[in-house]
T-cell receptor, first 114, second 117 residues
Framework: AQKVTQAQTEISVVEKEDVTLDCVYE???????LFWYKQPPSGELVFLIR??????QNEISGRYSWNFQKSTSSFNFTITASQVVDSAVYFC???????????FGAGTRLAVHP | DTGVSQDPRHKITKRGQNVTFRCDPI?????LYWYRQTLGQGPEFLTY????????KSRLLSDRFSAERPKGSFSTLEIQRTEQGDSAMYLC???????????????FGPGTRLTVL
């Protein structure tokens, strides 16, 4: 079975703080893909990053960084120097190599206060 | 490239009525997916198409739900005899799996929010 767990339901920070969103996944596939999406209040899911199971390199994109660790089945997302515009619900998702559907976690609601 | 579009954005209906939603994928994307998202939850897979063929359906897709993609371009999702439990956001996504522009990423539309009274 495939599963994604985002244990943090809500996180509240003050602007300029760093924040890490946790994602733990379960799969028996050796080939799989992990994703992060952002869902602002407008409702649209915005793609942020994709990682495949053979690429454990961490990635940085501006204030965003991702830490993929197969040993702990985690794919965590860090926002550095958070801004009010980062306020949204963030979803981690998994797609097994032999599947077409995405399995989403329940999401983490991030509130960044000025 | 325009993104995935969905119509309508909001739909309010009375229990027992039929509703139909439309999704236009990114141009030339051959795969189209439907998901449902209830309040406070992540999206859940409903069904997907490769071109005009519906290749997989979730057990969430009851007999009252039907989806089509007749010409392999836009898709419609119809719910018959709506129930209050159908109230949710219905999201559409598309992806390209044919060369030369294969992508492993599903790109989502803005969703249709359904409220059943």
């Amino acid at each position: 079975a495939q599963k994604v767990t985002q244990a943090q339901t809500e996180i509240s920070v003050v602007e300029k703080e760093d924040v890490t969103l946790d994602c733990v996944y379960e799969t028996r596939d050796t080939t799989y893909y992990l994703f992060w999406y952002k869902q602002p209040p407008s409702g649209e899911l915005v793609f942020l990053i994709r990682r495949n199971s053979f690429d454990e390199q961490n990635e940085i994109s501006g204030r965003y960084s991702w830490n993929f660790q197969k040993s702990t089945s985690s794919f965590n997302f860090t926002i550095t120097a958070s801004q009010v515009v980062d306020s949204a619900v963030y979803f981690c998702a998994l797609r097994g190599g032999g599947y077409n559907k995405l399995i989403f976690g329940a999401g983490t609601r991030l509130a960044v206060h000025p | 490239d325009t993104g995935v579009s969905q119509d309508p954005r909001h739909k309010i209906t009375k229990r027992g009525q039929n509703v139909t939603f439309r999704c236009d994928p990114i141009s030339e994307h051959n795969r189209l997916y439907w998901y449902r998202q209830t309040l406070g939850q992540g999206p859940e897979f409903l069904t997907y198409f490769q071109n005009e063929a519906q290749l997989e359906k979730s057990r969430l897709l009851s007999d009252r739900f039907s989806a089509e993609r007749p010409k392999g371009s836009f898709s419609t999702l119809e719910i018959q005899r709506t129930e209050q439990g159908d109230s949710a956001m219905y999201l559409c996504a598309s992806r390209q799996t044919s060369e030369p522009t294969v992508t492993d990423t599903q790109y989502f539309g803005p969703g249709t929010r359904l409220t059943v009274l």
